[in-house]
């Protein structure tokens, strides 16, 4: 939303703010779905 508006208003800041925002949430899913997967695998192997 925030690039949206960024665009709209012509804040550059702002835009820039949420495409940054963005990344970093996609980095954090990948890391999660990354430590799920090794403690899947970890739980596995002690069976």
């Known amino acids: ?13 702002l835009e820039a703010e949420d495409t940054v925002q963005k ?7 990948a890391a999660g779905e990354a430590g799920q997967a090794v403690a899947e695998t970890i739980h596995d192997l002690n069976k």
Do not use: P
């Open 23 to 29: 990344v970093a949430g996609k980095v954090k899913d």
């Open 1 to 13: 939303m925030k690039e949206g508006v960024g665009r709209f208003t012509g804040d550059s800041d």
